[in-house]
């Protein structure tokens, strides 16, 4: 097994050499995983309950694509039972 960050820079080369792929991680409550992944890439989390449900919920499920699209490489807080969806 890699240690960070050589395992972190190895799954984002092979998120980029296929377009298209999406990598899920379990992290702890505060999103280390999440934000170790995003400092690699030189960016921030993004909440995805903020984007969804921000200025208002979405209304259909190309809206939540089109939300979810536009976040960001890294995002972070898909627990949206918790907020009520």
Request: proline share 9%; glycine share 6%.
């Amino acid at each position: 097994m890699a240690s960070w960050p050589e395992c972190g820079q190895d799954l984002l080369v092979q998120l980029r050499r296929e377009p298209g792929q999406l990598a899920l991680t379990v992290s702890d409550p505060d999103d280390r995983v999440a934000g170790a992944c995003a400092a690699l890439q030189r960016t921030s989390t993004y909440p995805a309950r903020a984007r969804l449900l921000l200025p208002a919920p979405p209304t259909n499920s190309r809206e939540v694509i089109n939300r979810l699209a536009a976040a960001g490489p890294v995002i972070v807080d898909l627990d949206l039972a918790r907020a009520g969806l």
